[in-house]
C-alpha cells in the first residue's frame, strides 16, 4: 500500500498555453496540483467531492472537476484554468469583465465553475437562452446566491461580443 502511494508518473501537460513536464504522484488530484504544485490559486478548492463547481477547469475543451480528476491520468492534455481566461496582456477578458460589471462576482469562490461553464457554453452555442444558461451552470453552487446576477453578466458578455462593446443586460 506505502509502494502505491508512492508512485510517480510522468506527463506533459500544457496549462494556459505553458508547457509543464510533471512527475506526479499517483494519488494526487488536479486541484491540489495545481493549487500547491503550481500556485494556480485561482481554482477553489470546494466540497472536495464533485458537487460545488469550485474547482472547474477546462481538460481538452471540455469543463471538469479538478479535485475528483487525477492528475497522473492526465497524459498530455491541454488545461486551462481561470488564470488562462485572461487576455494576453492581463487584462479581463470580455467575459470576465461582464461578470465584473453585473455583480457577477461577490466572494468570487464559484467564479472557476460559472466563468469556464459559460466559455464551454458560448462554444457551442453563441446565443443561448436563459434555459440554457441556467443548464449550463447547473452544476455549479454561488454560496452568494448571485444566481440571478451572474446570469445577467453571460448575458452582457453576449451582448459585447455581438455588439463589440459592453452593454448593460436586461
Ligand atoms: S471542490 Fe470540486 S466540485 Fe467542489
Ligand atoms: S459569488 Fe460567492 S460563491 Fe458565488
Redesign the pocket.
Known sequence: MEDMLEDTVLVNLRINGRLHELEIPAHKSL?DLLREDLNLTGT?????????????VSIDGRVA????TLAATLGRAKITTIEGLTQDDGTLSALQQAFWDNAGFQCGYCAP?MLLCTVELLETNPDPSDADIDTALA?N?CRCTGYQSIRRAVKAAITTTKEGAPQAAE
Not at 44 to 52: D, E, S
Not at 65 to 68: D, F
Request: charged share 5%; with cysteine; net charge positive.
Open positions: 486541484l477553489h478548492m470546494g466540497c472536495m467531492t464533485g458537487h460545488c463547481g469550485a474547482c472547474t472537476k479538478s479535485c475528483i465553475g452544476g453552487l
